[in-house]
């Protein structure tokens, strides 16, 4: 049975859900909300599951469950998936993985798309997670985030950023933020915006007060971008993403990860497991590569243009 990555999520589900007859093995994917990159990050879980001979419909069972961006209904999947006893569990971003974490102690847990595991209180260690949790950061190199503002907006001074606090994920690419901003020159101006609804009214808060916006690898901001590239093109002022998958959706460029093979680096661990391996000790793993995506169509509309030497870089031109 052939999954493909455009289905629409109701068809996803019920291929996903119906075996062609009994199961070996069962997976149980959750995600704090659903938006391209950790729709991808799904999806390349289950392809690299396959690619290992664990087939959907054959000898693997998939569950997946999105909790729309509520922090209680992560928490009420994460249960639910320990009280079916799943051989592994599989939580896309740092709400998620908290909520499963919290929820057990023993099925074993492989995690993804989480910024800072640590951090997080997720692993002891990057190196030695220890008992039945380990899975992969997504730390985006936020450095190069930086070095790429100034390279297409060199007269930045102010760089704004729109996040949810809720998210730990966000406050440490925040910090990070700060830290890379401050070696070169430029201040960073904070708008939060706790759920979707107030992302809007966050990045207007930014206008006149910051010269770009960044936007973190932040579910809550992310899952309503373009709310956010709206006001970006109202107010001449140009928004950068940390996932690549957002700039088809109209942020001006980033440098990030192809979240679909973050997805497979992810699954070639939950096939371990399946394997007979301890999660705990696997090592986390880091998301590998970095690819430069460009919309000169959202760079014009923000009121400003891509660079030659930007433009001849780019792995992906989009928008055009």
Known sequence: MKISRALPM???????????FAQSKTVAITAIVEHPALDATRDGVVAALKEAGFTPGQ??????????????TAAQIARQFVGQKPDVIVP??????????????????VFTAVTDPVGAQLVKSMGKPGGNITGLSDMAPVGAHVDLIKEIVPTAKRLGVVY????????????????????????????????????QTAARSLVGKADAIYVPLDNT???????????????????FSADTDSVARGTVASIGFDYFQVGKQTGAV???VLKGEKPGDIPVDLAKGTDLF????AAAAMGVTIPDAVAKRATKTVGQ
């Open 59 to 72: 000898n693997l069972k998939v569950d997946y469950q999105s909790a729309q961006g509520n922090p209680a």
């Open 221 to 239: 901001v992310v899952s309503a971008l373009e709310a956010l590239t709206a006001v970006g093109a109202q107010a001449k002022l140009p928004v």
């Open 294 to 297: 460009v919309n000169p169509k």
């Open 92 to 109: 896309i971003s740092t709400p998620s993985a908290q909520a499963v974490a919290a929820a057990t102690r023993d099925v074993p847990v």
């Open 270 to 272: 939950v096939a371990r």
């Open 164 to 199: 949810n606090p809720g998210e730990p994920n966000s406050v440490t690419m925040v910090k990070a933020l700060k830290d890379e901003a401050g070696k070169k020159g430029l201040s960073v101006v904070e708008a939060a915006a706790n759920k979707s609804a107030d992302v």
């Open 10 to 20: 109701a068809a996803l589900a019920v291929l996903l859900a119906t075996p062609a």
